[in-house]
């Protein structure tokens, strides 16, 4: 079992950034591939971002490439998500994700959830 705590949203402005964080206790962290989801209101979850076990291999949504950053502290069990440039559209509550295999990950059919942390980017 894993337990995943999101961290760090709030309310920014047009053009700010926030970073999130995920704090995982549990299993073993390393051996989990990581991910952000998002959704916002009236509308279907959507994938952000994961990074693999290592931080090795990243991926990215296409709305976010460019302006988002996932990262991951083994030593600390942590998951972070830097977001910079922030648009109204980033509004949404994001979720951090953990499975053991990359393609579940972004595939959205993962085990484990957090429960999320708003983010409020206002014009």
């Known amino acids: 079992q894993v337990q995943l705590v999101e961290s760090g949203g709030g309310l920014v402005q047009a053009g700010g950034s926030l970073r999130l964080s995920c704090a995982a206790s549990?299993?073993?962290?390393?051996?989990?591939?990581m991910g952000w989801f998002r959704q916002a209101p009236g509308k279907e979850r959507e994938f952000v971002a994961a990074?693999?076990?290592?931080?090795?291999?990243?991926l990215y949504g296409e709305s976010v490439k460019g302006r988002f950053t996932i990262s991951r502290d083994n030593s600390k069990n942590t998951v972070y998500l830097e977001m910079n440039s922030l648009k109204p559209e980033d509004t949404a509550v994001y979720y951090c994700a953990a499975d053991l295999l990359f393609n579940t990950v972004v595939a959205g059919t993962n085990r484990y959830w957090g429960q999320g942390t708003q983010v409020t980017v206002s014009s």
């Open positions: 990074i693999s076990r290592t931080g090795g291999s990243t």
């Open positions: 549990g299993r073993t962290f390393s051996a989990y591939t």
